[in-house]
């Protein structure tokens, strides 16, 4: 089955060292969103990828990089953690327009 | 500041009965929505939409409605069933953005048998 896989799906990091959350897609979509959510909070769009151009929200700390090797992956790289910083992290990808197709999230815990 | 809302952050309601989740949004730049729906431990799943140019889209169970006036719209689900149960997401996306959802915070529906 096509699908949007994201690993780990539980990730524990301590407060200030660097971690890489994972997405990969089967979809073959163009776009490629990351979006935060904190519990009872909506999704946030963090940034995307149409290919390899990418688009950061305007308030995105810069706390939080994004690459796209290829068209299958994109990584979330939060280089310090904060307390603030644990949440709920979704992928998604899209044709150039239409729904989105989520993963199931990576829970991120910050010690 | 919110562009999408949701007020109601939770529903109950009996199996068979309708279900009517709403939400609001505030910029008329909007011009695609979409409902997801989102179970414990998943990634939300989209369900229906709607552009801007209807007031209605139906499939099956699932109606939406948008009222462009009020800047409202509303998700019908009949009958309801308890595998409806779980957290409904409004999604709105600015005309000529490539694919860019704006959500609201969901409302929890819970259906009782």
């Known amino acids: 089955d096509a699908m949007v896989i994201q690993n780990p799906r539980y990730q524990v990091t301590q407060f200030g060292k660097p971690v890489t959350l994972s997405c990969s897609q089967t979809?073959?979509?163009?776009?490629m969103y990351w979006y935060q959510q904190k519990s009872s909070q909506a999704p946030k769009l963090l940034f995307h990828y149409y290919d390899k151009d990418f688009n950061n929200e305007a308030d995105t700390p810069d706390n939080f990089q994004s690459r796209r090797p290829n068209t299958s992956f994109c990584f979330l790289d939060i280089r310090s953690p904060g307390l603030g910083d644990a949440a709920m992290y979704l992928c998604?990808?899209?044709?150039?327009?239409?729904?989105?197709?989520f993963g199931p999230g990576t829970r991120l815990t910050v010690l | 500041d919110q562009q999408v809302k949701q007020n109601s952050p939770s529903l109950s309601v009996q199996e068979g009965r309708i279900s009517i989740l709403n939400c609001d949004y505030t910029n008329s730049m909007f011009d695609y929505f979409l409902w997801y729906k989102k179970y414990p431990a998943e990634g939300p799943t989209f369900l229906i939409s709607?552009?801007?140019?209807?007031d209605k889209n139906e499939d099956g169970r699932f109606t939406v409605f948008l009222n462009k006036s009020a800047k409202h719209l509303s998700l019908h689900i009949v009958p309801s069933q308890p595998g409806d149960s779980a957290v409904y997401f409004c999604?709105?996306?600015?005309?000529?953005?490539?694919?860019?959802?704006?959500f609201g915070q969901g409302t929890t529906l819970q259906v009782k048998p």
């Open positions: 999604a709105a996306s600015p005309s000529g953005n490539t694919g860019k959802l704006i």
């Open positions: 979809l073959n979509h163009n776009v």
């Open positions: 709607i552009s801007s140019i209807k």
């Open positions: 998604a990808t899209s044709r150039l327009t239409g729904e989105q197709f």
